[in-house]
């Protein structure tokens, strides 16, 4: 089935080394959001695209993190001089939009496991 | 600010029990909740989803209830399955900002054969 896809699965990186992490959501899916789970805790908000535009990137930790869906459909989140800290899951959902009513549940990717050594 | 707690952090019970897993919110204006079960280094997978104009969501051994007004909700599982062995998370749109969810930290349960 054509569910959310993120690439790669794992990756391992060297503390101050830049990494992307890539998301395909569902074909149509309007709205599309990142998420960064740590061991033990649930997701924790990052960023929302409606389209191509970022509708909110308030759950950004800091100027580090970036993210871009310069299509309406990939996107890829972006995380310049990686630190130890940065380690955890980073998940992708989309939905065909966001707000009331049906069409607003959430599917989400299997994430990327990232590693800062 | 939304903020959601989920109560127990962990269960184990004998297989065949039917058990009760609770989300608490402490802001009403959600427009929708989401029950999702996430397996060890999985990702999430999407149990069952309660619009804010809804009370309960049923789908085969699983119904959610909602209680907007008290900022409750609770899956209840029945005839419990070692398969049904995961982590529990809930999940609440805010309705004062569609599109942030705001996730519980989840409640790891353990179905013992």
């Known amino acids: 089935g054509a569910g959310v896809s993120q690439t790669p699965s794992n990756k391992v990186t060297e503390k101050g080394k830049y990494v992307e992490l890539r998301c395909d959501p569902i074909?149509?899916?309007?709205?599309l959001y990142w998420y960064r789970q740590s061991l033990g805790q649930g997701p924790e908000f990052l960023i929302y695209?409606?389209?191509?535009?970022?509708?909110?990137d308030s759950g950004l930790p800091n100027d580090r993190f970036f993210a871009v869906r310069p299509e309406g459909s990939v996107s890829t989140l972006k995380i310049q001089r990686t630190e130890r800290g940065d380690s955890a899951v980073y998940l992708c959902a989309s939905s065909l939009w966001a707000g009331t009513g049906a069409g607003n549940e959430q599917f989400f990717g299997p994430g990327t496991r990232l590693t800062v050594l | 600010k939304q903020e959601v707690t989920q109560i127990p952090a962990a269960l184990s019970v004998p297989e065949g029990e039917n058990l009760v897993l609770n989300c608490s919110f402490t802001d009403s204006a959600i427009y929708n909740l989401q029950w999702f079960r996430q397996d060890p280094g999985k990702g999430l997978t999407s149990l069952l989803l309660?619009?804010?104009?809804?009370r309960e969501q049923t789908s085969g051994r699983l119904n959610a209830s909602l209680d907007k007004s008290s900022g409750r909700s609770t899956l209840y599982i029945a005839a419990s399955q070692p398969g049904d062995s995961a982590t529990y998370l809930c999940?609440?749109?805010?309705?004062?900002?569609?599109?942030?969810?705001?996730f519980g930290p989840g409640t790891s349960l353990s179905v013992i054969p």
């Open positions: 309660i619009q804010s104009s809804q």
């Open positions: 695209f409606q389209g191509t535009g970022a509708a909110d």
């Open positions: 074909s149509g899916h309007t709205a």
């Open positions: 999940a609440v749109g805010r309705k004062a900002s569609y599109d942030k969810v705001i």
